[in-house]
């Protein structure tokens, strides 16, 4: 039997014969490829409709509109007492008690020390004795021009006798006058022993005690005495905001602050709070600092309950004009830079674009912008970090955290989430 009978060989196809079997697997594998990928019907530009691309970033604006707005600015500020006025020792001598209580209340003319005046009562003592005996030499040269008159008149003593009379008369009322005045001096200085309070006001420490030598060579301070139910707010502007304000009063650009505004001023505190009670603006120095290049301003602020203290570092509002056509931003709405201000403004196609404007103050969490905006602009508070570059976004209204309005960008964006997934959740199924 022939070997090909005894061992018959497999079966193999040849490769013309395996060509039809692998076709329709690739067709399969090219379908699916094709059901994957975005097709000719996907939506162009990313939009927000179906066939799973991603929906524009929802971000919070604010459509902007021009008003009238005070233009306030803050300046530093130091608070200075309305009187001051230092206790000192007149004439010298040994303190010998001290009349007041640290950090009372003194009226004027309240004693405050004493001084040991042992030697100012011998002074007032014998300058009384000189009185005394000046006015007895008076009476003597007076009874003494008595006498001689009639005899001068009749020629009984001689022209010179009678003038060496009246002399001694005017002499001895001379020195009757230098004694009165050593008297009234004496008496001065034994009332200066008793030092007094010169104004009333709130006294503090005491910055001598008892036994202390005061008044040797100058007049030494021994307290200080402040008046502080009305305080004064020493503040400072730089020269080129001065000019430019200036400017652009001239300019037309801004209009002067009518009414009572343009001299009250409000002081805010270290921690940040507003004091309740308004100051009123005195004066605006006329001269410039040459060391630092400011102008000094003082305002009156009233302190009735003893708050503020003398020295306070404070800030200081003040509105010095007004501006018919100012917009308010939210702070975070603006972007400051070297370079100048920026906002984000969203277009009529919905993307955003730069925009440069200038700030011309603040008003608590507001920025005061006074160009670069107009009437109806979309600007961006919230929602930038979301946004693509060059891509569309979807403008929703935005109001500040805690109050009613509108929902903030996050709460858009996240309530638009649901929505941009359920695409995706049914491409899914497709596979």
Excluded at 305 to 334: D, Y
Aim: contains cysteine; glycine residues 10%.
């Amino acid at each position: 039997m022939p070997d090909t009978m005894r061992h018959p060989q497999p079966f193999l196809p040849t490769r013309a014969a395996r060509r039809p079997a692998a076709l329709p697997l690739a067709l399969v594998l090219l379908a699916v490829l094709a059901a994957c990928s975005p097709g000719a019907d996907a939506p162009k530009g990313g939009g927000g409709g179906g066939g799973g691309g991603m929906p524009p970033a929802t971000v919070g604006v604010v459509t902007v509109q021009p008003a009238e707005v005070p233009l306030v600015t803050e300046l530093p500020g130091r608070l200075e007492a309305w009187r001051t006025a230092q206790v000192r020792a007149r004439v010298p001598g040994i303190v010998a008690k001290r009349l007041f209580t640290e950090g009372s209340e003194v009226k004027a003319g309240q004693p405050l020390y004493q001084l040991d005046d042992a030697a100012y009562r011998a002074t007032v003592a014998s300058a009384e004795a000189a009185v005394a005996r000046a006015d007895a030499a008076v009476a003597q040269a007076q009874a003494q021009v008595q006498r001689n008159q009639p005899l001068a008149e009749a020629k009984a003593i001689s022209a010179q006798e009678w003038l060496q009379t009246q002399t001694t008369l005017k002499t001895a009322q001379a020195d009757a006058a230098t004694a009165r005045a050593a008297l009234q001096t004496a008496r001065i200085n034994l009332d200066y022993a008793a030092i007094k309070a010169p104004i009333a006001g709130r006294i503090g420490r005491a910055l001598v005690t008892e036994g202390a030598l005061v008044g040797q060579g100058d007049a030494t301070q021994m307290a200080l005495i402040q008046q502080t139910g009305t305080l004064y707010v020493n503040f400072t502007q730089s020269a080129a905001e001065v000019l430019r304000l200036r400017k652009a009063l001239e300019a037309g650009q801004l209009q002067r602050a009518a009414g009572s505004r343009a001299a009250e001023v409000q002081v805010v505190l270290d921690d940040g709070s507003l004091y309740p009670l308004p100051g009123k603006l005195l004066f605006s120095d006329p001269a410039v600092d040459a060391a630092t290049g400011q102008v000094s301003l003082r305002a009156e602020l009233p302190n009735p309950q003893g708050l503020l203290l003398p020295g306070l570092f404070v800030k200081v509002r003040i509105v010095q004009a007004t501006s018919a056509q100012a917009i308010k931003l939210p702070q975070q709405a603006v972007t400051r830079g070297a370079s100048g201000d920026t906002v984000l403004v969203v277009g009529a196609d919905n993307k955003p674009a730069p925009r440069p404007v200038k700030v011309s103050g603040s008003q608590g969490s507001d920025w005061v912008i006074t160009s670069g905006l107009a009437a109806g602009d979309r600007v961006i508070v919230d929602g930038v970090q979301k946004m693509m570059p060059g891509a569309p976004v979807n403008p929703v209204p935005w109001s500040p955290p805690g109050k009613p309005g509108a929902a903030p960008a996050g709460a858009a964006s996240g309530a638009s989430a649901p929505a941009a997934a359920a695409p995706a959740a049914s491409t899914a199924a497709s596979r």
